[in-house]
């Protein structure tokens, strides 16, 4: 693995469905991030981690959750899909020192 | 309300042409100003950085202007090349791990 990584690549899901997006990255980078984009709105932050074991709320948390067990993973699970969750989901972390985030390559989910 | 407005939001020009994309914010505190290059179907990667007290800075065929007086930032592109089509994204820190504001970005599309 090199860099930040993030499965499935696209995904549609039925509405009501457990989904669980997953993201790994093996910089060691502490902090970790979930953004959705869509068309019009931009990237926006659902939520993120500053660290492992601690997590936190962005501009549009609901629907989703997340979990921090190791400094790697950051999956971002929708525990019952509903059809504006149809969006593109983007990754990403940080190194502690620094401001940059390094996005991974977007899962894009279709919710029908 | 912390903003950051971008314009023009699409933009064609053709290849070898130079073009200026803008950058307006509203965001409070200021920590820094960066340019994301996001080609399609992949994540943004960050193209430049300024912090408060740096006015230019450079990237290659990429220059970035920072005017903090008046909350504005430029991203100018020279000799444009077929490979410079994609969206360009301005984001506004205001330090801290949520403390993001994404422009919602100029599609740029540069043809031969």
């Known amino acids: 693995i090199a860099g930040i990584t993030q499965a499935p690549t696209s995904q549609i899901l039925a509405a009501g469905r457990r989904m669980t997006l997953r993201c790994t990255q093996d910089?060691?980078?502490?902090?970790m991030y979930w953004y959705r984009q869509d068309l019009g709105l931009g990237l926006r932050l659902i939520h993120y981690s500053n660290t492992a074991g601690t997590t936190g709320k962005g501009e549009v948390p609901d629907g989703y959750s997340v979990s921090r067990a190791n400094t790697d993973d950051f999956p971002l699970t929708l525990a019952s899909a509903v059809p504006s969750q149809t969006s593109v989901y983007f990754c990403?972390?940080?190194?502690?020192?620094?401001?940059?985030?390094?996005f991974g390559p977007g899962t894009r989910l279709t919710v029908l | 309300k912390n903003q950051v407005e971008q314009s023009p939001q699409s933009l064609i020009i053709l290849e070898g042409k130079n073009c200026t994309l803008q950058?307006?914010?509203?965001?409070?505190?200021?920590?820094?100003l960066r340019w994301y290059k996001q080609d399609t179907g992949r994540g943004p990667v960050s193209l430049t950085i300024m912090t408060f007290s740096e006015n230019t800075k450079s990237n290659g065929r990429y220059t970035a202007t920072l005017d903090a007086d008046t909350k504005q930032s430029s991203l100018h592109i020279t000799a444009s090349q077929l490979s410079d089509s994609a969206s360009y994204i301005c984001?506004?820190?205001?330090?801290?791990?949520?403390?993001?504001?994404f422009g919602k970005g100029t599609h740029l599309i540069i043809q031969p």
């Open positions: 984001v506004v820190s205001r330090g801290g791990a949520d403390g993001l504001t």
């Open positions: 910089m060691r980078h502490n902090a």
């Open positions: 950058c307006n914010y509203t965001v409070s505190p200021f920590s820094n």
């Open positions: 990403a972390s940080r190194p502690s020192r620094s401001d940059t985030q390094y």
